[in-house]
C-alpha cells in the first residue's frame, strides 16, 4: 500500500487566518495559521448495486454466455434454463384442446338438431336447454385450456435469465449443464458505479463533516480528490461508517483498498517560509527584525506546510505571534 509509513495524522493545506504581510522586503511577519488534521485509513472500494441474477423456473443450465469480470446492459440475456416437462405439457394442452374442440363441434351439430326437432313439435325445450348448457360448459373447458397452455408458453420464455442491472459480471456460481432451482444464483452482478467506503475510529465521529475534501492515493501513486459524501449514524466495532465519492474512480476492482486522507480537525500553527530557515552544525536558526536590531534565535522545524504557494515549514518552539522574519 503506497505511503503505508506515513505518520496517522498528517497536515494539509494551511489557510491564513490572517494575511501574512511584509512591512518592509525581506520581512516576514509571524501570524498563526490554520490547517487541517487528517486521518490515514485505508477504504475499500465497494459498488452501489450489487444483484444476482436467478431463474424464475427450475431446469438445466443449457446456455451461460457470461463469465466474471464480462460486462452486461440491464435486460441482455446472459443465460438460459428449459425444463423438458414444459414442452410435454405444452403438447399435452394442445391435444385438449383439439379434443375439446371436437367434442364442440359434435354437442354443435346435436344443438342444432335439438332446435330442429322443437320447431316441429318432436322435441322439447328441455332437450334444448341441456345441449346448450352442454355446450357451454365445453366452451369454457377450451377456455381454460388455453389460458393454460399460454402459462405454460409463459413459463417457457421464463427459461431466459435477464441482467438485472447495467454492470460487471461478479461471480457466476454455476456451470453450463448443471441442474438449477427456481430463485438460484446464476450471476451476481455489479453496478450502479463505485464509492469508497471508510471506517474510522468512533473517536473521530464528531469531526468528520459530509461535503469535506479527501485525497485517495492508488496504487499507483496517483492521487485523486474525493467528497465525503455520507456518514452512517450507528457506529459498529468502534467505527464509523462514511462513504466517499469521486466523479471517476477509474478502474478498480470491487473490494480493493486505498488509502484515504480523512479531515478529522483543525488546529493552528506558527510557520515561515523555508528559505528563512538556516542549519548550523545541525541546529536550524532564523534571524528576526527587532528594534535593537537583527538577532539569532534557534527554533525547532515541524512538518513542510504550503504558504500561499510557496514552501514553508512549521515552527514548533522559537516563534511567538507578531515576531519579524528576516528572509535572505
Same mark, same amino acid.
Given at each position: 500500500m503506497p505511503r503505508a509509513n506515513r505518520p496517522p495524522f498528517r497536515l494539509g493545506l494551511a489557510i491564513l487566518l490572517v494575511a501574512a504581510s511584509s512591512a518592509t522586503a525581506g520581512e516576514f511577519e509571524i501570524q498563526p495559521l490554520r490547517v487541517i488534521e487528517t486521518k490515514a485509513v485505508v477504504g475499500r472500494v465497494e459498488t452501489r448495486d450489487v444483484v444476482p441474477a436467478r431463474p424464475r423456473i427450475g431446469g438445466t443450465l443449457v446456455r451461460l454466455e457470461v463469465t466474471e469480470g464480462d460486462a452486461v446492459r440491464e435486460g441482455q440475456s446472459i443465460a438460459t434454463v428449459i425444463d423438458d416437462k414444459l414442452a410435454l405439457q405444452f403438447r399435452a394442452a394442445e391435444a385438449r384442446i383439439r379434443a375439446? %374442440?371436437?367434442?364442440?363441434?359434435?354437442?354443435?351439430?346435436? +344443438?342444432?338438431?335439438?332446435?330442429? +326437432?322443437?320447431?316441429?313439435?318432436? @322435441?322439447? =325445450?328441455?332437450?334444448?336447454?341441456?345441449?346448450? *348448457? $352442454?355446450?357451454? !360448459? /365445453?366452451?369454457?373447458? /377450451?377456455?381454460?385450456?388455453?389460458?393454460?397452455?399460454?402459462? /405454460?408458453? $409463459? =413459463?417457457?420464455?421464463?427459461? %431466459?435469465?435477464?441482467?438485472? /442491472?447495467?454492470?460487471? !459480471?461478479?461471480?457466476?456460481?454455476? *456451470?453450463?449443464?448443471?441442474? !438449477?432451482?427456481?430463485?438460484? =444464483?446464476? &450471476? +451476481? !452482478?455489479?453496478?450502479? @458505479?463505485?464509492?469508497?467506503? +471508510? %471506517?474510522?475510529?468512533?473517536?473521530? &465521529? @464528531?469531526?468528520?463533516?459530509?461535503?469535506?475534501?479527501?485525497?485517495?492515493?492508488?496504487?499507483? @501513486?496517483?492521487?485523486?480528490?474525493g467528497r465525503l459524501a455520507k456518514i452512517y449514524p450507528q457506529i459498529e466495532n468502534g467505527r464509523v461508517i462514511a462513504d466517499v465519492e469521486i466523479a471517476s474512480l477509474g478502474d478498480f476492482f470491487v473490494g480493493a483498498r486505498v488509502l484515504a486522507e480523512v479531515p478529522v480537525g483543525e488546529r493552528r500553527v506558527l510557520a515561515v517560509p523555508r528559505a528563512a530557515v538556516r542549519t548550523e552544525s545541525g541546529i536550524d536558526f532564523l534571524t528576526l527584525a527587532t528594534p535593537a536590531g537583527p538577532r539569532e534565535v534557534t527554533v525547532i522545524l515541524g512538518r513542510p506546510l504550503d504558504l500561499a504557494g510557496a514552501s514553508g515549514v512549521e515552527i514548533l518552539s522559537g516563534l511567538r505571534p507578531g515576531d519579524r522574519v528576516v528572509i535572505p
Open positions: 375439446l %374442440a371436437s367434442e364442440e363441434g359434435n354437442v354443435q351439430a346435436e +344443438l342444432d338438431r335439438a332446435r330442429t +326437432l322443437l320447431e316441429r313439435g318432436a @322435441g322439447t =325445450q328441455q332437450r334444448v336447454d341441456q345441449v346448450r *348448457t $352442454q355446450l357451454a !360448459v /365445453i366452451r369454457n373447458q /377450451i377456455a381454460a385450456a388455453e389460458a393454460e397452455k399460454a402459462v /405454460i408458453g $409463459q =413459463q417457457s420464455e421464463e427459461g %431466459a435469465v435477464l441482467a438485472p /442491472i447495467s454492470g460487471r !459480471v461478479l461471480k457466476v456460481p454455476v *456451470t453450463r449443464g448443471a441442474v !438449477v432451482m427456481p430463485g438460484e =444464483q446464476i &450471476a +451476481l !452482478v455489479a453496478g450502479g @458505479g463505485f464509492f469508497m467506503r +471508510l %471506517a474510522l475510529p468512533e473517536r473521530h &465521529a @464528531g469531526q468528520l463533516k459530509a461535503g469535506a475534501a479527501v485525497p485517495l492515493h492508488a496504487e499507483n @501513486g496517483e492521487t485523486r480528490t
